[in-house]
């Protein structure tokens, strides 16, 4: 990984403003997607995965994501969570299925 002289950003443009947008979007549709996971979840003829990815995504927004342990270069463990701009993929695909339904 490549050193930065002290005081100069690893990132200089910072945060990208899309993610952010999503982020915004995402939340104020928060609501209707928890009614979303909840439907499927308790839908008899929803297919088992479906209901299963239902609860694991009510359990993460609920309690937050579970950790991951992996073996870092030392063999000592590393905390791995879901990346930003994963989470804005599964929340943009949420969105984007739920419009396709009400339309």
């Not at 690893?10 to 209707?32: D, F, V, W």
């Amino acid at each position: 990984m490549a050193k930065f002289a002290k005081g100069q950003s690893g990132n200089p443009g910072g945060r990208p403003k899309t993610i952010a947008l999503l982020r915004e979007l995402a939340q104020a549709e928060t609501e209707a997607n928890i009614r979303t996971l909840v439907t499927i979840r308790d839908n008899k003829k929803s297919p088992h995965a479906a209901r299963v990815a239902a609860v694991r995504e009510l359990f993460d927004r609920g309690y937050g994501k579970a950790t991951q342990a992996i073996s870092g270069p030392d063999d000592g463990a590393i905390e791995v969570h879901q990346s930003e701009t994963e989470l804005a993929r599964v929340i943009a695909f949420m969105l984007a299925r739920e419009a396709s339904r009400a339309t």
